[in-house]
T-cell receptor, first 111, second 116 residues
Framework: QKEVEQNSGPLSVPEGAIASLNCTYS??????FFWYRQYSGKSPELIMF????GDKEDGRFTAQLNKASQYVSLLIRDSQPSDSATYLC???????????FGQGTTLQVKP | DTEVTQTPKHLVMGMTNKKSLKCEQH?????MYWYKQKAKKPPELMFV???????INESVPSRFSPECPNSSLLNLHLHALQPEDSALYLC???????????????FGQGTRLTVV
């Protein structure tokens, strides 16, 4: 079992729709969860982080964390073509500070 | 300001060359990281420095040698690399290394390395 799992996609949504990206992790002791956006040929850009169970909203982005289910998700409302990118889920493993990435989900937003 | 600056942006080197990658941040972050990313793969952790001391080495071959001269700078010295070492090398920094608030890592733009 991989430490951090994501569906590789591609996930295709029409412009203006809600895109839902999901991630599961195996280390039950993990405390820190991150979502990065990576455009082709560019470096990862931090877009959301969450440490507590529940929802965290920032503009069009909402991160959701459920530690009991070991599940973290990212919702993108009013998706735009400029949101088309690979979204990387990252989890900081307990007590080591290592940031472990999932394989990434490719999102395509079609005009 | 969440800027991490890496130089050079691109590097082509021969297998017998010695080169260095440089990374700089002025956010007062005390943890700095080197990652390697191959095409269509996620970043893989190589090294972590915390308070200028090497805290994690992910069993990286000795042809990669990290150095942290001070709290703002991180270098990666390269020697006798192989073509399979060609990748995007990413530097990142965070306020702190361990769990909780302050561990958000910000990445530089990367150095695209080609070994010929």
């Amino acid at each position: 079992q991989k430490e951090v799992e994501q569906n590789s996609g591609p996930l295709s949504v029409p412009e203006g729709a809600i895109a839902s990206l999901n991630c599961t992790y195996s280390d039950r002791g993990s405390q820190s969860f991150f979502w990065y956006r990576q455009y082709s040929g560019k470096s990862p850009e931090l877009i959301m982080f969450i440490y507590s169970n529940g929802d965290k909203e920032d503009g069009r982005f909402t991160a959701q964390l459920n530690k009991a289910s070991q599940y973290v998700s990212l919702l993108i409302r009013d998706s735009q073509p400029s949101d088309s990118a690979t979204y990387l889920c990252a989890v900081s493993t307990s007590n080591t500070g290592k940031l472990i990435f999932g394989q990434g989900t490719t999102l395509q937003v079609k005009p | 300001d969440t800027e991490v600056t890496q130089t050079p942006k691109h590097l082509v080197m021969g297998m017998t060359n010695k080169k260095s990658l440089k990374c700089e941040q002025h956010m007062g972050h005390r943890a700095m990281y080197w990652y390697k990313q191959k095409a269509k793969k996620p970043p893989e952790l190589m090294f972590v420095y915390s308070y200028e001391k090497l805290s994690i080495n992910e069993s990286v071959p000795s042809r990669f040698s990290p150095e942290c001269p001070n709290s703002s700078l991180l270098n990666l010295h390269l020697h006798a690399l192989q073509p399979e070492d060609s990748a995007l090398y990413l530097c990142a920094s965070s306020q702190d290394q361990y769990e909780g608030a302050g561990t958000e890592a910000f990445f530089g733009q990367g150095t695209r390395l080609t070994v010929v």
